[in-house]
């Protein structure tokens, strides 16, 4: 399917994916996010940062394994509300729940396990949206950009972790998006034993 008969397909997902997130600013500046608005704001970014940071890793497993090609066309858009998602976290968190208090935000990065590891996926993102644009895949080099947008990844693993960390009790759903994200990761790394394996033989005795 040629990329031209779908040009809105990432405007829409964009429009879609930041909808829940303009929902949730309206009904925070009405009040209306419940007795403790700021814990429901904080579940809500987080849980949606990590679900759509595991949509966007899911793009390349769902293209080899069904052959399409419009899951590679939306992955620079998912990841990019991944970030923004996990930034709107961020920033609860840091203004509306510790009124930027530095010292108290530094002292929970480094004593609170749950909290470190949510920062440090944080982190991990951060270059990961600035170097977004084909832009910096001509300035990096696409193997080397490659290598570095597999800390996506990375950060989807500590998001899992922060999530398991965070509910403590009943861990249901965290271990659910854990397992679709080792699924995605079998699929890539049997794409990759595969490709090896063709490289090898393809090598002369």
Same mark, same amino acid.
């Given at each position: 399917?040629?990329?031209?008969?779908?040009?809105?397909?990432?405007?829409?997902?964009?429009?879609?994916?930041?909808?829940?997130?303009?929902?949730?600013?309206?009904? +925070?500046?009405? +009040?209306?996010? +419940?007795?403790?608005?700021?814990?429901?704001?904080?579940?809500?970014?987080?849980?949606?940062?990590?679900?759509?940071?595991?949509?966007?890793?899911?793009?390349?497993?769902?293209?080899?394994?069904?052959?399409?090609?419009?899951?590679?066309?939306?992955?620079?858009?998912?990841?990019?509300?991944?970030?923004?998602?996990?930034?709107?976290?961020?920033?609860?968190?840091?203004?509306?729940?510790?009124?930027?208090?530095?010292?108290?935000?530094?002292?929970?990065?480094?004593?609170?396990?749950?909290?470190?590891?949510?920062?440090?996926?944080?982190?991990?993102?951060?270059?990961?949206?600035?170097?977004?644009?084909?832009?910096?895949?001509?300035?990096?080099?696409?193997?080397?950009?490659?290598?570095?947008?597999?800390?996506?990844?990375?950060?989807?693993?500590?998001?899992?972790?922060?999530?398991?960390?965070?509910?403590?009790?009943?861990?249901?759903?965290?271990?659910?998006? +854990?397992?679709?994200?080792?699924?995605?990761?079998?699929?890539?790394?049997?794409?990759?034993?595969?490709?090896?394996?063709?490289?090898?033989?393809?090598?002369?005795?």
């Amino acid at each position: 399917m040629a990329s031209s008969k779908l040009p809105w397909l990432n405007p829409a997902i964009a429009v879609g994916g930041l909808a829940p997130l303009l929902q949730l600013a309206v009904l +925070g500046a009405q +009040g209306e996010l +419940g007795a403790n608005g700021i814990e429901f704001a904080l579940n809500q970014t987080g849980l949606f940062a990590l679900a759509v940071l595991i949509a966007s890793l899911a793009c390349t497993p769902v293209r080899l394994v069904t052959g399409w090609t419009w899951p590679a066309r939306i992955r620079r858009t998912l990841g990019l509300l991944a970030f923004t998602y996990a930034a709107a976290h961020f920033l609860t968190y840091s203004v509306l729940d510790q009124g930027l208090d530095v010292r108290a935000m530094a002292e929970d990065v480094f004593t609170r396990p749950f909290i470190t590891v949510g920062f440090t996926a944080l982190m991990l993102l951060v270059p990961l949206a600035v170097t977004s644009t084909n832009k910096w895949v001509r300035r990096l080099g696409f193997p080397r950009w490659q290598r570095l947008h597999r800390l996506a990844y990375v950060a989807a693993v500590l998001g899992v972790v922060h999530f398991v960390w965070r509910v403590k009790k009943d861990v249901t759903e965290p271990v659910l998006y +854990g397992a679709v994200l080792a699924v995605l990761l079998a699929v890539r790394v049997g794409e990759a034993v595969r490709k090896r394996r063709a490289l090898a033989t393809q090598r002369p005795a």
